[in-house]
């Protein structure tokens, strides 16, 4: 069982940034898969960037150049650095981590960019 805690969620005027933070337990987190997903209002969750263990990382389109995945495998945390928000990136934030063939997600944490 993984647990995991998103942090750094609030509110951003248009062109402003935010830096999420996600905490996970367990001791292999250097192997653990990790993601940042988000859910908009009467839309589907959606993948925002994935980092593997190693480091390499993937993006989806829409937060290309503006987005930035990293990891601490040292203190078990993963950040998504979002910079230059437009008000499209406002959704629920969910921080993924994916074991083996098991996943979990953590609570979500509210981003909301409005001027």
């Known amino acids: 069982q993984v647990q995991l805690v998103e942090s750094g969620g609030g509110l951003v005027q248009p062109g402003g940034s935010l830096r999420l933070s996600c905490a996970a337990s367990g001791s292999l987190f250097r192997l653990y898969f990790m993601g940042w997903y988000r859910q908009a209002p009467g839309k589907q969750r959606e993948l925002v960037a994935t980092?593997?263990?190693?480091?390499?990382?993937n993006y989806a389109d829409s937060v290309k150049d503006r987005f930035t995945i990293s990891r601490d495998n040292a203190n078990n945390r993963v950040y998504l650095q979002m910079n230059n928000l437009k008000p499209e990136d406002t959704a629920v934030y969910y921080c993924?981590?994916?074991?083996?063939?098991?996943?979990?997600w953590g609570q979500g944490t509210q981003v909301t960019v409005s001027s």
């Open positions: 993924n981590c994916r074991v083996g063939k098991q996943g979990y």
């Open positions: 980092i593997t263990g190693t480091g390499d990382t």
